[in-house]
């Protein structure tokens, strides 16, 4: 996620064309870590709205620019959460009729789409917390120091769950 730290300083003093500016740079990377977190499309982008709105009402309050990128990491990972404990009988992890990744599958081999539909639903098996922990360290490509920032964890604790849902993931792809 590279968002320019001028635009969010701009941002802060109530700058309406620097707010829309990062928003543009951010939702794609916003959304696609919705929906590994949450496996749903439709509710990723009501999510990824919800962020994106408290992170506008909000941005004044941020005191050091440089730290934008977890504070709205931060604002999404609550968000998917709530979200899912909120609708844990919508959001059935083992159903892979829940998952819903088109913009993901568009590969120009049906080996690749299958590929990636087999890591998206080895990704959906894991626990909500193991699925964020992978999408922030593997697909955005955090360390477990910036991640255990994100998320509240101590980063010895992020780098064990990191390994264990990884295993489970392999697992399942070998099967």
């Not at 998952?99 to 690749?112: L, T, V």
């Not at 890591?119 to 955005?140: F, P, S």
């Not at 477990?144 to 992020?158: A, D, K, P, Y």
């Amino acid at each position: 996620m590279k968002v320019n730290i001028d635009d969010i300083r701009r941002a802060i003093e109530s700058d309406r064309e620097a707010f829309e500016k990062i928003y543009v740079s951010i939702y794609n990377d916003l959304l696609k870590m919705a929906i590994y977190i949450l496996g749903n499309a439709e509710i990723a982008e009501d999510v990824v709205s919800e962020t994106v709105i408290d992170a506008y009402t909000g941005i004044a309050k941020l005191k050091e620019p440089e730290k934008f990128e977890y504070w709205i990491l931060r604002i999404l990972t609550i968000k998917c959460k709530r979200k899912i404990k909120e609708k844990y009988q919508i959001i059935n992890v083992h159903n892979p009729n829940v998952s819903n990744f088109e913009d993901f599958n568009s590969g120009s081999y049906k080996s690749e789409v299958d590929n990636r539909m087999d890591i998206n639903e080895a990704l959906i098996r894991l626990k909500k917390e193991e699925r964020v922990i992978v999408t922030l360290c593997v697909v955005q490509g955090y360390n477990s120091s910036e991640v255990s920032e994100i998320l509240g964890l101590n980063s010895s604790t992020v780098r064990s769950k990191l390994n264990r849902a990884l295993a489970k993931m392999r697992k399942y792809l070998e099967v």
